[in-house]
């Protein structure tokens, strides 16, 4: 089984529609959490951190739920800019060791 | 302010070839670290440096070998280059404090 798991979607979402998807992970000791995003053919790029209460940054909410082990983003009022793959990453070492699942793909269209 | 940065970008090698990929950050990072990552997998890391003078095997280390030369700079060799060894390869550093690592723009290697 995998550390990190993503539903590698495409996810298909209309320009100003809402988006969410979620990532399970298997260590119940993971630390600290995170969505980094991936454009095509480029380097990953760290979205945002995701705290245990939720956290919320302009139109992108994180959550996580540490009982059934997974962690979420929405997207609210999609811009075409969003188009891109979304890695879900976990620390689950006591140092900076991270495990990346393989991405969710979202594309906005028009 | 480059952040981290990759030579080279591309590279083709023949099987039993050798190469360095060369990675170098300007923000003083204690952490530096090399992934490769393959189509349908997460990055996987190969080899990690969590300060100067210090280097330990990550996930999939077989076949690499790596140098802190410095703080700022982290190389991967490849010894002797296997069609398997075919990937993007993106180096990150990282402070050392949040777990938010900084990702160079990446290396593909094709090895024929």
């Known amino acids: 089984r995998k550390e990190v798991e993503q539903d590698p979607g495409p996810f298909n979402v209309p320009e100003g529609a809402t988006v969410a998807f979620n990532c399970t992970y298997s260590n119940s000791a993971s630390q600290s959490f995170f969505w980094y995003r991936q454009d095509c053919r480029k380097e990953p790029k760290l979205l945002m951190s995701?705290?245990?209460s939720g956290n919320e940054d302009g139109r992108f909410t994180a959550q996580l739920n540490r009982a059934s082990q997974y962690i979420s983003l929405l997207i609210r009022d999609s811009k075409l800019s969003d188009s891109a793959t979304y890695l879900c990453v976990v620390n689950t070492d006591s140092w900076g060791k991270l495990q990346f699942g393989a991405g969710t793909q979202v594309v906005v269209t028009p | 302010n480059a952040g981290v940065t990759q030579t080279p970008k591309f590279q083709v090698l023949k099987t039993g070839q050798s190469m360095t990929l060369q990675c170098a950050q300007d923000?003083?990072?204690?952490?530096m670290y090399w992934y490769r990552q393959d189509p349908g997998m997460g990055l996987r890391l190969i080899y990690y440096?969590?300060?100067?003078?210090?280097?330990d095997k990550g996930e999939v280390p077989n076949g690499y070998n790596v140098s802190r030369l410095n703080k700022r700079e982290f190389s991967l060799r490849l010894e002797s280059a296997a069609p398997s060894q075919t990937s993007v390869y993106f180096c990150a550093s990282e402070a050392g404090t949040t777990y938010e690592q900084y990702f160079g723009p990446g290396t593909r290697l094709t090895v024929t």
């Open positions: 923000m003083n990072h204690n952490s």
């Open positions: 440096s969590a300060s100067e003078g210090t280097t």
């Open positions: 995701v705290y245990s």
